[in-house]
């Protein structure tokens, strides 16, 4: 049973791990980690602290229903998760705090309300900025202990409102201070803001914490089943968490390529836009594969990928591990990048069958832009001698355990994958390519290095 925190700002870490030791932490949320914590880390409970604002697409609300939908317990508290979980509270989100509660009633609207500026994970997520809900509970406070009256209070909220989350700074927090209040009531309110009573956030944080190390409250009896509705924009984000992009080659330290010849290869294809391997062209079809497979629904699934990678290690004699990665080495690809490849590959497969029919009548197109058809008409070669039914077939499958057709169950896929209208016009191009040496040609050929 593992349970999952995502915690920035609002608590540090090391006080987090002591309050719930049984929990995994991580970074604060971002568009895809709510989703890959259920599909991927198999989390039994989440807990959604802190997430993404601003500088990277938030998490989504549909991430929430697909961990409810699957019968994940989700919690909510202190900053991103106190606003996603008054949103979703009706979908069985369960929300934690003063500031959830704020949300929940309408008192709490805007979502800087919790926003703030902070260091990045190697520095702690120190924030470096002050929310408004603790500006709010500090005067709130002071008003309370008589340090400041009920307008002045106002007054500082008001002017820490017309600042920008990103620069309600501690310093000009006490800036605000000393232009709206006596030097006498800057020092109490300064001391009653370090207090812990101060910070709303790390107070609800910790109750979230509390809650999820004790497991007999951290998993609650289910609640009515939540439908989640499949969208193109749902799968896109799917198939961008299943299948991560590759590391940047300014990124990937285990690149065997020397970063300046990637540099340079890189350059190259920019300078020669007509390239057929790297031109425009070819990096278009790319993004067209994977925008119209992302709308469609296709996906390359785990499956998909590892049978076209057993496909392509028999095609190139790779019969090992060890083999493949030697293989892999010597062209200075890495295993990412050629997870990658596999499964772009498997989308244009799926893609070819999708719209196999529509694809023959291109061909026209295609040869107009080669040239007109008296430059190709010498490529559809004579018919020759048929040969019996059980040669053709025979034929087929050996063009098809040589890599040169593709690998499909049976004939009559083959003939929807190729775009062929019956076995009858696919054994006659055969024929047709038999007869000038076009596929048995290549068929016999040796691929691997």
């Not at 003063?98 to 609207?109: K, M, N, Q, R």
């Not at 076209?308 to 290690?313: D, H, I, L």
Request: with cysteine; proline share 5%.
């Amino acid at each position: 049973m593992t349970a999952v925190v995502f915690l920035g700002p609002s608590l540090p870490w090391q006080q987090a791990a002591a309050i719930a030791p049984n929990v995994e932490l991580w970074p604060p949320a971002q568009a895809g980690d709510v989703y890959r914590a259920v599909e991927h880390r198999r989390a039994s409970a989440l807990g959604l602290i802190d997430g993404v604002f601003g500088t990277a697409p938030s998490v989504w609300h549909k991430e929430i229903l697909f961990a409810l939908s699957h019968g994940v317990p989700v919690w909510g508290s202190s900053s991103m998760g106190a606003l996603r979980a008054a949103e979703c509270a009706p979908f069985g989100m369960i929300g934690i705090g003063d500031i959830f509660e704020s949300y929940a009633s309408g008192c709490t609207v805007d979502d800087d309300e919790v926003a703030v500026a902070h260091l990045d994970e190697a520095d702690g997520f120190t924030p470096v900025t002050i929310p408004m809900v603790t500006v709010r509970r500090i005067a709130l406070l002071a008003t309370e202990a008589s340090v400041i009256t009920a307008c002045e209070a106002e007054t500082v909220i008001e002017r820490c409102k017309e600042t920008f989350y990103g620069d309600r700074t501690a310093e000009r927090f006490d800036e605000i201070l000393a232009e709206s209040l006596s030097p006498g009531a800057v020092a109490e309110v300064r001391q009653i803001s370090s207090t812990p009573e101060a910070d709303p956030k790390a107070q609800d944080a910790r109750m979230l914490l509390t809650l999820l190390a004790d497991e007999r409250h951290a998993h609650p009896t289910p609640g009515d089943p939540v439908l989640l509705e499949e969208t193109a924009f749902w799968r896109r984000l799917r198939h961008e968490v299943d299948l991560p992009s590759v590391t940047p080659w300014f990124e990937d330290p285990g690149a065997s390529v020397d970063l300046a010849d990637r540099v340079n290869i890189v350059r190259g294809a920019l300078l020669e836009p007509r390239d057929a391997d790297l031109g425009i062209r070819a990096r278009l079809w790319v993004h067209v594969v994977q925008e119209c497979c992302a709308l469609l629904g296709i996906e390359a699934t785990a499956p998909d990928i590892q049978r076209k990678s057993e496909e392509m290690r028999r095609e190139h004699g790779l019969l090992s591990a060890s083999a493949t990665r030697e293989w892999l080495a010597r062209r200075g690809v890495s295993g990412r990048e050629w997870q990658q490849a596999l499964a772009l590959e498997v989308m244009a497969d799926k893609l070819a069958l999708e719209f196999s029919a529509e694809l023959r009548g291109h061909v026209a197109v295609l040869v107009a832009a080669r040239g007109g058809w008296n430059d190709v008409v010498g490529l559809s070669g004579t018919p020759g001698a048929a040969g019996t039914w059980e040669e053709q077939t025979g034929r087929v499958a050996s063009l098809m355990a040589a890599g040169v057709l593709p690998q499909v169950p049976d004939l009559d896929g083959l003939v929807a994958r190729l775009g062929f209208t019956s076995l009858t016009e696919l054994f006659d191009a055969l024929d047709r390519h038999h007869d000038r040496g076009g596929l048995n040609s290549s068929a016999g050929s040796d691929r691997s290095d």
